[in-house]
T-cell receptor
Framework: EDKVVQSPLSLVVHEGDTVTLNCSYE??????LLWYKQEKKAPTFLFML????IEKKSGRLSSILDKKELFSILNITATQTGDSAIYLC????????????FGKGTLLTVNP | GAGVSQSPSNKVTEKGKDVELRCDPI?????LYWYRQSLGQGLEFLIY????????KSGLPSDRFSAERTGGSVSTLTIQRTQQEDSAVYLC???????????FGSGTRLTVV
C-alpha cells in the first residue's frame, strides 16, 4: 500500500523565518510528487516534481525531490502571515489506474 | 467552467438519511477524484474516474457509498443511511490527463446530526 509521511505535523514560526517541510514516501510505480497549499477548503496546486535534484521555485517557495532516498522538501523563505496553511504532499503512482495518495499535511502557523 | 464546482457547499443531515453530493469538473478534464477530509486528517481517497474506464472504487469505506460520473462530466457521490462518522469535507478534483496536477473544488462540508 502506498504511504506518504509528512513532518512536522505542525509548526509555529514568526514572520521572516525560513521553514522546511518534509515529505517521505513509499510507493510502487512512482510517477510524480505534488505539493498543495490548503488554506480553507480547496487545496491549491504548488509544485509537481518528477525528477531528482531539480529544484522547482515559485517566489519564496521552492521544492526538490530525491528519488533515491524517497523524500521531498518544501522550503519557504521570509515567511509571511499569509503563508499560514496546511501544506499537503501527495504522490501520483501509476499502473492501470493512477492513484493520488496524500500525507496528513503540515499545519504551518506564521505569527506576526 | 473556470474551475471545479461542488454543491452544496454545506449540508446538514439527520442520521439515517441519504445525501447526494455533486461535482462539476473543469470542461474537458477526463480524470476525476473524490476525497474525504476529516478534522485534522489528510485527504482520504474514495473513488477515481478516468474517461470511459471502470472507476477505481477501492477507497469507498462501505457499501453505503457510491458514485457515478455521467457522460464523462458531472459526478455525484451518494451516501446512504448516513452515520455521524460520515461527517467530513468531501473534495472533488479533476485533471485533463492523469499525469497532470489536479484542480480541487471548494468541497462540501457534510455534518450528520
Amino acid at each position: 500500500e502506498d504511504k506518504v509521511v509528512q513532518s512536522p505535523l505542525s509548526l509555529v514560526v514568526h514572520e521572516g523565518d525560513t521553514v522546511t517541510l518534509n515529505c517521505s514516501y513509499e510507493v510502487t510505480n512512482f510517477r510524480s510528487l505534488l505539493w498543495y497549499k490548503q488554506e480553507k477548503k480547496a487545496p491549491t496546486f504548488l509544485f509537481m516534481l518528477t525528477s531528482s535534484g531539480i529544484e522547482k521555485k515559485s517566489g519564496r517557495l521552492s521544492s526538490i525531490l530525491d528519488k533515491k532516498e524517497l523524500f521531498s522538501i518544501l522550503n519557504i523563505t521570509a515567511t509571511q502571515t499569509g503563508d499560514s496553511a496546511i501544506y499537503l504532499c501527495s504522490i501520483h503512482s501509476g499502473g492501470s489506474n493512477y492513484k493520488l495518495t496524500f500525507g496528513k499535511g503540515t499545519l504551518l502557523t506564521v505569527n506576526p | 467552467g473556470a474551475g471545479v464546482s461542488q454543491s452544496p457547499s454545506n449540508k446538514v443531515t439527520e442520521k439515517g438519511k441519504d445525501v447526494e453530493l455533486r461535482c462539476d469538473p473543469i470542461s474537458g478534464h477526463t480524470a476525476l477524484y473524490w476525497y474525504r477530509q476529516s478534522l485534522g486528517q489528510g485527504l482520504e481517497f474514495l473513488i477515481y474516474f478516468q474517461g470511459n474506464s471502470a472507476p477505481d472504487k477501492s477507497g469507498l469505506p462501505s457499501d453505503r457509498f457510491s458514485a457515478e460520473r455521467t457522460g464523462g462530466s458531472v459526478s455525484t457521490l451518494t451516501i446512504q443511511r448516513t452515520q455521524q462518522e460520515d461527517s467530513a469535507v468531501y473534495l472533488c478534483a479533476s485533471s485533463f490527463t492523469p499525469q497532470d496536477g489536479y484542480t480541487f473544488g471548494s468541497g462540501t462540508r457534510l455534518t450528520v446530526v
